[in-house]
């Protein structure tokens, strides 16, 4: 079957309908469609039975769908056949860096972040072996999540036929990291230093044929990511510094710059309550004055609104109550001065009815913060690698950067194991009384804490756990037990963008004194 007799409506493996065509070109064709079993919506590429690299597509999307990292686009389907190959993959929504950039360029530290998180998961792409080769600002996007992804992982580079099967992997390593300078540049300056084919941003601009630095373009782009922008793409500029010439170098020099968290949204302010009025029924109250709007990017708590005070007199009614206080008053000085005075009679000695019992209040239990620790990724059951890398985004104090597990296909690890977690070294075997974990904005997980001395898993004893967790939440250890080592242990795994992972922003630990 021809790529141009199939139509919307089309149904492929009896579960992926196509609805749209979003882009066509070369005799592949990119649709979004829906995955009728799992009621989402997918992508698509169909291809036409005369394009001369089915089996390179199909084979790259295959080696894509290997990688867990949730920063890529997940492959979900490669088939190839004779008339109807295709290749299915997570449909992204949100803004691309081009729209990011089109009203001009974005915050530094806020592109820097982005490129960081893409530097990050290309890194672990070229260490299975995968490139991108043709990165350009329409494949970093922003999620509607708040997430970053990188679009077209491999597909995109056979369907554009850069892919070299003869290329060298340093070449392979250069151009990606060029590609992930080039995308800096453009979140930094709003202008695109390559070829204008390339991208729908102007063109950078140049000074002596060479592009100008990011800092001479726009004003304020501090001075290390320039620094960092030249060290990929114009090192010409900035002689004697080292280039990076990989994705792994590009994220080592971005490892410090915060990292983009999403944007809120402003809460609505709720209706004023409404006050009774004798002439008309019911009416708004007045409405208070309040400050000026804060802007999208911005929280605001609105100010409460208040019912007015009634008017007119309280009439018949409102004289006798105003009657009974004043008798209630009356009665309540007498009984304090007969008190008074019956205690004075008894040399000062309190009445026995008098005596205040002892407080049965247990006192509160001194507790101090644990200062000094470190986090690894902790993972005794499968190849005793968890995300390491990324464990000390835990314990940063730093709430906008993560932990987070690798993905899995089911919260039960795709039943290759019973749990993986996060192992917290506090220095000093110390009782550790509570703990408040942040797990970012995603409930459903199930959690162990657990402390010892050792960090086998057998060696540390469950002192508290919880389940279907989210957000900021606090374990209190009712028995406080000693131990060096403490571990947040998931037992199942939250929801995340189709599959489910881990996550940990932050965690306070606080011991007994």
């Known amino acids: 079957m021809s790529t141009s007799a199939i139509e919307p409506g089309t149904k492929l493996a009896e579960r992926f309908r196509l609805e749209d065509r979003v882009h066509e070109s070369g005799g592949a064709t990119l649709w979004k469609a829906v995955d009728e079993v799992l009621a989402?919506?997918?992508?698509?590429?169909?291809?036409?039975?005369?394009?001369?690299?089915?089996?390179?597509?199909?084979?790259?999307?295959?080696a894509a769908s290997r990688l867990t990292d949730p920063r890529l686009t997940q492959v979900f389907d490669a088939t190839e056949d004779d008339g109807r190959s295709y290749v299915v993959s997570e449909w992204v929504s949100g803004e691309s860096l081009t729209d990011l950039v089109a009203t001009g360029s974005l915050e530094p530290e806020r592109a820097a972040g982005l490129v960081a998180e893409l530097a990050e998961a290309l890194a672990h792409a070229h260490e299975a072996g995968i490139p991108h080769l043709c990165l350009t600002p329409d494949h970093l996007v922003w999620t509607a999540g708040g997430t970053v992804k990188l679009l077209g992982l491999g597909i995109d580079a056979v369907l554009a036929d850069v892919a070299d099967d003869n290329m060298r992997v340093d070449d392979a390593a250069r151009a990606d990291a060029e590609g992930l300078g080039r995308l800096l540049y453009a979140g930094l300056t709003g202008h695109w230093p390559g070829e204008p084919d390339k991208c729908d941003l102007p063109v950078a601009p140049t000074d002596d044929g060479r592009f100008c630095t990011p800092r001479q373009v726009t004003a304020g782009v501090p001075n290390y990511l320039d620094t960092v922008t030249c060290r990929v793409i114009l090192p010409d500029s900035r002689r004697g510094l080292t280039p990076l010439t990989t994705p792994a170098e590009v994220a080592e020099a971005l490892e410090s710059v915060p990292r983009p968290v999403p944007m809120p949204i402003p809460t609505a302010a709720p209706p004023p309550p409404v006050t009774a009025s004798r002439s008309e029924g019911l009416e708004p109250a007045p409405q208070q004055h309040r400050p000026t709007q804060a802007s999208p990017s911005q929280?605001?708590?609105?100010?409460?609104?208040?019912?007015?005070?009634?008017?007119?007199?309280?009439?018949?009614?409102?004289?006798?109550?105003?009657?009974?206080?004043?008798?209630?008053?009356?009665?309540?000085?007498?009984?304090?001065?007969?008190?008074?005075?019956?205690?004075?009679?008894?040399?000062?000695?309190?009445?026995?009815?008098?005596?205040?019992?002892?407080?049965?209040?247990?006192?509160?239990?001194?507790?101090?913060?644990?200062?000094?620790?470190?986090?690894?990724?902790?993972?005794?059951?499968?190849?005793?690698?968890?995300?390491?890398?990324?464990?000390?985004?835990?314990?940063?104090?730093?709430?906008?950067?993560?932990?987070?597990?690798?993905?899995?296909?089911?919260?039960?690890?795709?039943?290759?194991?019973?749990?993986?977690?996060?192992?917290?070294?506090?220095?000093?075997?110390?009782?550790?009384?509570?703990?408040?974990?942040?797990?970012?904005?995603?409930?459903?997980?199930?959690?162990?804490?657990?402390?010892?001395?050792?960090?086998?898993?057998?060696?540390?004893?469950?002192?508290?756990?919880?389940?279907?967790?989210?957000?900021?939440?606090?374990?209190?250890?009712?028995?406080?037990?000693?131990?060096?080592?403490?571990?947040?242990?998931?037992?199942?795994?939250?929801?995340?963008?189709?599959?489910?992972?881990?996550?940990?922003?932050?965690?306070?630990?606080?011991?007994?004194?």
């Open 299 to 513: 929280h605001y708590v609105p100010q409460q609104y208040a019912p007015a005070p009634s008017s007119g007199g309280g009439g018949l009614v409102g004289k006798v109550v105003m009657g009974l206080v004043v008798l209630l008053v009356m009665a309540a000085v007498g009984l304090g001065a007969w008190t008074l005075g019956r205690n004075i009679g008894n040399g000062g000695v309190p009445s026995a009815d008098a005596t205040s019992k002892p407080s049965t209040t247990a006192p509160a239990t001194a507790t101090r913060e644990v200062k000094s620790m470190s986090a690894s990724g902790f993972d005794p059951l499968g190849d005793q690698e968890e995300q390491s890398k990324r464990a000390a985004a835990a314990v940063d104090g730093k709430p906008s950067t993560d932990w987070h597990s690798e993905s899995y296909d089911s919260a039960d690890f795709g039943r290759l194991k019973t749990g993986v977690g996060l192992l917290l070294d506090l220095k000093d075997s110390v009782p550790v009384k509570e703990v408040t974990i942040d797990f970012g904005g995603t409930s459903g997980a199930n959690v162990e804490l657990r402390a010892g001395d050792s960090k086998s898993l057998d060696g540390l004893g469950v002192i508290a756990k919880s389940s279907d967790v989210g957000g900021k939440t606090t374990f209190t250890v009712d028995s406080p037990k000693k131990g060096r080592y403490l571990l947040v242990w998931f037992r199942e795994l939250p929801p995340h963008q189709g599959r489910f992972r881990g996550q940990v922003n932050e965690v306070k630990v606080l011991a007994v004194k």
């Open 40 to 62: 989402r919506p997918v992508a698509v590429h169909t291809f036409a039975p005369d394009f001369p690299r089915i089996n390179e597509v199909v084979t790259a999307a295959r």
